[in-house]
């Protein structure tokens, strides 16, 4: 292995090494220096089995950096110039460079705690039903029909703490109330029990024919996300079943508003929706009348606080306040209950009196541990606690090599059958899920005008017809193309499949592609953005990758919480990199009861080496070796395509404007100004200087302009962008009213941004 960024990228036959190196591009002293500097190198085995923690020359940097590909065939463009270039040659495209994988990448600068000798015994769970057979749903208060329904019928044997905390509390008074618990602790029904108690005993109430759809709309239970009211709207369907005069339905937008009006007009007991679709029926239904509104769910509470959510949810909440009259249903109670309910409630005085909340109850699990503490008391207002069982780890990794570690651990995470069932990764913006969805799914070595293993080129027919049968096995297997076979980390043993998941998305394909990723019986891994990060309850997910950190610590701990739910265990780890973000660590530690003991580290080598070093196929390849053939095929596959290459730019801008978002208080640890773009470009598969990206907020040089007008004239500077999708990726060229707007977005998203478009 050459220790030189550019042989080892360029990966060049025999006979081409032996050429003198052309050195383009850069300014003339670094092409002379650089040409300098080849001239004293011993040409062969020079720097051979130097890895990536070899001492640095800081040269050798400059030239990685600056230096252009050559490629003795240069100048040939189009499909003659790709015949006939060598198979692992670079193609050469004005302005792009093909950096090394393996040097100038930063260190840790963090040293790893000495770990105790001790083997760390596993936690117990801390979110399971409480199995002491004390504790069952008749004895909280529920009526023995209810209650019989949930064992017999939803098969719930015992409750979990917070539904025993909250039922009877909720049963109890009619205060208003926080509750806060873990994800995956069955905080939902610890809010619908009592709602659908109460709702049913207005039916004994009632002399005539008990309460139906007509005698009003009681309760209303507002969710940030299309996807969570509709799991809320099945979970209330299910509990209902033993009361199928009450009526529930939702009203959360992507269908037409028209049918939502119609089930409006049929009349409703209680209401699940989105803020912004309730808002909206408010102004325009007349049939919605909400005089009899007595309690209102704010799922997600703190998130439907936020900035975004916030002005909608005042406006709703005035609305309920300035209509509410006496209810004719007797039993009715006169004052609306307000219940807030999340993993990562704080209680916010300042903001509660703007929705009409007023001296509530903060209903907290007791998990009494067997000293007989209470785990609440040691709760600090500003940290959540995970479940004790979901272990973490953070992984070192420098940017260049983000892409390739995300292969490499999705590849070991896979390698056999049954080792996980269920994997999410989580990325900040939609253009990056789309590009990690293109990438994962295509296959290595496919793609047009490729060489043989024999030398010969391959017949761009029949690498057609390869990539037809690709397509058409993806459009078998979605026909919206959410859904493909995940090729990069399959194997011949364990066949794994690939969903992608974002806001932009048409609400029928979300619900479709959620629904198949929920259902699915095979290893499946969703990539996809903060729209599925809070509430989604999906079975057997066993681990969840944060390859971008979360906007902010709270929105980790819901990311990290799709897994390790009611009791089972689940592993969680996210990507940092080396500098400021190490320091996310401590945020890490402050999730856990004892300080972050069970909380383990590791790095990119040791991800490369165990995800590329073995594997199923045999190679005689090292690690380094295919890590490096791997990326230049995806980087090539990039550069030969110009819809791919596009939304890799696209997923790389997004991402830069996405990590400028981070809430004010964690920003020194994801510092805009401490990334280093031209790595990260890599790890979008590009070989693009990063001023040439378009990145908002960065002024073009005039030259640099000017090479673009004439590229664009004659053809070559890519794809324009498609209509439509300039709302949220303004023209680049026009960088400070980009800037400008990116300094709004993130204004916006101050108080804990998710996807720009969530719900
Ligand atoms: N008492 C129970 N016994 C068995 N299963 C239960 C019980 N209560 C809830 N569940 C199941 O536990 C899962 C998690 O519940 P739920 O989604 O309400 O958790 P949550 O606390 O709201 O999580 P999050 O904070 O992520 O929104 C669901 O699949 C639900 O059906």
């Known amino acids: ?56 020359n800081p040269n050798q940097t400059q030239l990685a950096k600056r230096q252009r590909t050559t490629d003795s065939n240069e100048g040939r463009g189009g499909e003659g110039g790709n015949r006939s270039r060598p198979q692992q040659g670079p193609r050469r495209h004005p302005g792009q460079f093909a950096s090394s994988l393996f040097t100038s990448n930063p260190e840790s600068t963090h040293v790893e705690e000495p770990k105790s000798e001790e083997p760390i015994e596993d936690a117990k769970p801390t979110n399971a039903p409480l199995v002491d057979g004390l504790d069952t749903f008749t004895n909280l208060g529920l009526s023995p029909n209810l209650a019989a329904h949930l064992l017999t019928k939803l098969e719930l044997k015992a409750p979990t703490a917070i539904q025993k905390a909250s039922v009877s509390q909720l049963l109890k008074e009619e205060s208003d109330a926080f509750i806060q618990a873990e994800t995956g602790s069955g905080k939902t029904l610890a809010y619908l029990l009592p709602l659908v108690q109460r709702i049913m005993a207005l039916s004994k109430a009632t002399k005539e024919d008990g309460v139906h759809r007509d005698s009003g709309l009681f309760a209303i239970i507002l969710a940030p996300t299309r996807e969570l009211c509709k799991q809320i709207s099945v979970v209330l369907e299910n509990v209902l079943r033993c009361a199928n005069w009450i009526v529930c339905g939702t009203v959360i937008g992507g269908e037409k508003k028209k049918s939502e009006k119609a089930r409006l007009r049929k009349g409703l007991n209680i209401l699940v929706a989105t803020p912004g679709r309730l808002a909206d029926h408010l102004d325009n239904t007349e049939a919605l009348n909400v005089s009899n509104v007595r309690w209102l769910v704010l799922d997600e509470g703190d998130r439907l606080m936020d900035l975004g959510f916030e002005e909608e949810l005042q406006g709703i909440v005035k609305k309920l306040d300035a209509r509410q009259r006496p209810s004719r249903v007797p039993g009715v109670p006169t004052r609306r209950t307000t219940v807030l309910c999340s993993a990562t409630l704080k209680m916010n005085v300042q903001r509660l009196g703007e929705i009409s909340l007023k001296d509530a109850v903060h209903i907290k699990a007791d998990l009494t541990d067997e000293d007989g503490e209470t785990e609440g008391k040691k709760d600090d207002e500003d940290s959540f606690r995970v479940p004790a069982q979901l272990k973490q780890s953070y992984a070192v990794v420098p940017s260049k090599l983000r892409l390739v570690s995300l292969t490499a651990f999705l590849k070991r995470t896979f390698i056999r059958k049954g080792s996980v069932m269920k994997a999410i990764v989580f990325v900040s913006c939609a253009d990056s899920a789309d590009f990690l969805f293109e990438v994962f799914s295509r296959e290595f070595g496919k793609r047009k005008g490729k060489k043989n293993r024999d030398g010969n080129h391959s017949d761009d027919e029949e690498e057609e017809s390869d990539e037809a049968k690709i397509l058409s096995e993806r459009e078998k297997m979605s026909p919206h193309g959410t859904i493909a076979p995940a090729a990069a980390f399959s194997n011949s043993l364990n066949s794994v499949r690939l969903h992608r998941l974002h806001g932009s998305l048409p609400q029928q394909i979300r619900t479709a592609t959620l629904k198949s990723f929920s259902r699915s019986d095979d290893p499946s891994v969703m990539v996809c953005t903060d729209v599925a990060a809070r509430g989604l309850d999906l079975p057997n997910v066993e681990l969840v990758i944060e390859y971008d950190p979360a906007f902010s610590a709270d929105d980790h701990t819901h990311r990290i919480g799709r897994t390790a739910r009611l009791g089972r265990d689940g592993r969680a780890c996210i990507f940092l990199q080396p500098g400021c973000e190490e320091n996310y660590v401590e945020i890490l530690k402050r999730g856990y009861r004892d300080g972050g003991k069970a909380l383990t580290r590791t790095d990119a080598t040791e991800i490369l080496k165990r995800g590329f070093g073995v594997s199923v196929d045999s190679s005689s390849k090292n690690w380094e070796e295919k890590t490096t053939d791997w990326q230049m095929d995806v980087e090539r596959w990039a550069l030969d395509n110009p819809k791919y290459l596009e939304m890799a730019r696209r997923g790389f801008q997004s991402h830069i404007r996405a990590y400028a978002t981070h809430i004010a208080s964690e920003r020194s640890m994801f510092d805009i100004k401490e990334l280093h773009l031209g790595h990260l470009a890599k790890s979008f598969a590009l070989r693009d200087r990063p001023g040439k990206i378009n990145v908002p907020g960065l002024r073009t040089s005039k030259e640099e302009t000017k090479k673009d007008f004439k590229a664009s004239r004659s053809g070559a500077a890519g794809q324009k962008r498609k209509a439509g999708a300039t709302d949220d990726n303004p023209v680049a060229s026009n960088t400070d009213d980009a800037a400008r707007r990116m300094r709004q977005k993130m204004r916006e998203n101050m108080a804990g941004a998710s996807e720009f478009n969530l719900a």
Do not use: C
């Open 1 to 56: 292995m050459a220790d030189d960024g550019m042989l080892l990228n360029f990966a060049l036959g025999d006979s081409v090494i032996t050429q003198e190196a052309k050195y383009k591009g850069g300014t003339w002293r670094d092409r002379l220096s650089a040409k300098k500097r080849s001239q004293h190198q011993p040409r062969d085995g020079e720097g051979k089995g130097k890895g990536p923690h070899q001492p640095k």
